[in-house]
C-alpha cells in the first residue's frame, strides 16, 4: 500500500507547512536516509561502533507517532511513526562517535514526518538514527558540529 503525505498527516493528527504537496507519495528506502538533522542508518553500516545497552527498554511505537528530536530553538519535531505492534524504538544505545538518538527495529514500513520536511518511509528492518554532522564556516579540515534544523 502507498502512503502519501496526507494519509500521513491523518494517521498522526500531525501537520506540515502549506508548501508541502500532501498527494505526493512517500518514497520508502531500505538504505541511508536523511530529514534535516536526523540521518536514519541501516545497522549494518553501523554495527562494529553502536551497540545496545543490555538493560534497554524497547518502546512499541504508536500510529500517532514517537517525537525523536525537536529543533535545536523548540521548533519542530522528527517524529517516527508506525502501524500498532509493527516497530520499536529504543534510546538505550552506545555510540562510539555520540550522535545517536537511538535505535528501531520495524516488520512493516516506519515513517519519519516533520513539518518543514514531510515524510519519508523506512523499509522493514534494523536502524539507528543519528545527528547529523556538518562542516562549519571557518573550521579547519576534520573540524564539524550538528546540523541545526
Not at 511505537?61 to 524504538?89: F, K, M, Q, Y
Request: hydrophobic fraction near 40%.
Amino acid at each position: 500500500m502507498t502512503m502519501t503525505l496526507a494519509d500521513l498527516t491523518a494517521r498522526t493528527g500531525l501537520d506540515v507547512l502549506g508548501h508541502l504537496e500532501r498527494q505526493i507519495t512517500i518514497p520508502v528506502v531500505d538504505g541511508l536516509q536523511a530529514q534535516g538533522d536526523l540521518i536514519v542508518v541501516p545497522y549494518v553500516f553501523v554495527e562494529a561502533s553502536v551497540s545496545i545497552n543490555p538493560w534497554t527498554t524497547w518502546n512499541d511505537v504508536p500510529p500517532a507517532g514517537i517525537e525523536l528530536l525537536r529543533s535545536a530553538a523548540g521548533g519542530n519535531p522528527h517524529t517516527l511513526a508506525a502501524d500498532p505492534g509493527t516497530c520499536r524504538w529504543t534510546t538505550g544505545v552506545n555510540d562510539e562517535r555520540r550522535l545517536a538518538i537511538g535505535m528501531l527495529e520495524t516488520t512493516a514500513v516506519a515513517y519519519l514526518i516533520h513539518p518543514e520536511h514531510g515524510g519519508t518511509g523506512i523499509a522493514p528492518g534494523k536502524y539507528v538514527i543519528r545527528r547529523q554532522r556538518e562542516r562549519g564556516d571557518g573550521q579547519v579540515w576534520g573540524g564539524s558540529r550538528l546540523v541545526a534544523d
